[in-house]
């Protein structure tokens, strides 16, 4: 069974502040791997995933997240915060498995991020 | 939110009675999506479809349907038998479900809330 931890439920930060937003899995095959934002009462907007290549993955709003295979983790980094970063992030995890049958994705409970001005 | 929209925004739901949740994507996705959000549990999975006329119970289909007639839509029934309705709804849309690493992209949400 595919499994995903986000192990903080709130990180503070301040404004202009580098920060990282923490990510664990666990599957038994390749790992592909997503990060969401949510704002207040709105759907995910999907940031970037991680399919395979190059273990550094750039997304939208300047962030980016690293996938580390050894420590099963895919940390969300951005090197300078924003107020407007505060939000709800998510991280998903999704079996590679076989193609041809459907492989759900599982989500994270979810990280709050509030950065401080 | 992209090409995927959810309405009503709000709905309000009385004990009996069921209540349908819309969701059109204008994506030309393949699959859809279900999924239901409450505080600190993340996403759990309801339905998902992948193809018209075709539907797949996720991980707490109890007391919810869903038809799939036209590829852009997903309608979510909740019924009298789920007992514990109020939650966040989203819909979702990609192009495959069966390929692993295609992105799903969400709608802005429906809020249920129980009278």
């Known amino acids: 069974a595919q499994s995903v931890a986000q192990p903080e439920d709130q990180v503070n930060v301040a404004e202009g502040n580098p920060l990282t937003v923490k990510c664990t899995y666990s599957v038994s095959g390749n790992p592909y791997l997503f990060w969401y934002v949510q704002y207040p009462n709105r759907g995910l907007q999907f940031l970037l995933k991680y399919i395979t290549g190059d273990n550094l993955v750039k997304g939208s709003y300047g962030f980016e997240a690293e996938f580390n295979k050894s420590q099963t983790s895919f940390h969300l980094k951005k090197p300078s915060a924003l107020v407007s970063d505060s939000a709800l992030y998510f991280c998903?995890?999704?079996?590679?498995?076989?193609?041809?049958?459907?492989?759900?994705?599982?989500f994270g409970t979810g990280t709050k991020l509030q950065v401080i001005p | 939110d992209g090409g995927i929209t959810q309405s009503p925004k709000y709905l309000f739901r009385k004990e009996g009675q069921n209540v349908t949740l819309s969701c059109e994507q204008n994506?030309?996705?393949?699959?859809m999506y279900w999924y239901r959000q409450d505080p600190g549990q993340g996403l759990r999975l309801i339905y998902y479809s992948q193809i018209v006329n075709d539907f797949q119970k996720g991980d707490i289909a109890e007391g919810y349907s869903v038809s799939r007639e036209k590829k852009e839509s997903l309608p979510l029934t909740v019924t009298s038998a789920q007992k514990n309705p109020t939650a966040f709804y989203l819909c979702?849309?990609?192009?495959?479900?069966?390929?692993?690493?295609?992105?799903?992209?969400f709608g802005p949400g429906t809020r249920l809330l129980v009278l």
């Open positions: 994506l030309n996705h393949d699959a």
């Open positions: 979702a849309s990609s192009r495959l479900a069966t390929m692993v690493g295609e992105t799903q992209y």
């Open positions: 998903a995890v999704r079996d590679a498995g076989v193609d041809g049958g459907y492989q759900k994705v599982t």
